[in-house]
């Protein structure tokens, strides 16, 4: 089962929740580093738990929000390459655009609005509908993890190619 759950939570139930899915689940952060007048940026994730995986990378976008997608997708590419490794173990993005959560909860509805990049996002969540996934919105400032995630993603973003 697929959620998508773009709630606001207060910080304090915000950590409270992520300590809560640590215990029990596979966790992913993803964030997305725009380089504005570039036309693309960076992206990166960390997962801990269960498995344990780094990655980044640089990716087309026009907008803020298209690089936090990129970076929700690469997340959802790494998980259908992985599914062997993931068992019967709960599955939890985080990511702190609370738009691009929207834009994926709005288009998996819906999904006969073409789009490419949401499409894209919407295959990799039907491909992993045998999962119990969730992705949900953080703040910011909630977690140490999402630093690690951003400084991720902005090397990845400023690194000369």
């Not at 994730?45 to 990655?55: D, H, P, Q, T």
């Not at 953080?138 to 630093?147: F, M, P, T």
Request: with cysteine; aromatic share 10%.
């Amino acid at each position: 089962m697929i959620v998508i759950d773009k709630n606001f939570y207060p910080k304090k139930e915000a950590l409270k929740r992520c300590e809560d899915f640590m215990k029990n689940s596979t966790v992913f952060f993803s964030d997305g580093s725009f380089s504005a007048g570039k036309n693309e940026g960076g992206y990166g994730f960390i997962s801990l738990g269960k498995v344990n995986a780094r990655e980044s990378g640089v990716a087309p976008a026009k907008t803020p929000v298209e690089m936090e997608l990129q970076a929700i997708k690469h997340t959802l590419i790494y998980l259908n390459f992985n599914k062997d490794k993931m068992d019967d173990t709960k599955i939890v993005i985080f990511n702190d655009c609370l738009n691009a959560i929207s834009k994926i909860k709005q288009y998996a509805e819906n999904p006969n609005k073409p789009e490419s990049l949401l499409d894209e996002i919407y295959v990799l969540l039907k491909a992993l509908s045998d999962k119990d996934l969730l992705i949900c919105w953080l703040k910011k400032e909630s977690l140490k993890y999402h630093e690690q995630v951003d400084s991720l993603s902005k090397a990845a973003r400023t690194v000369e190619r």
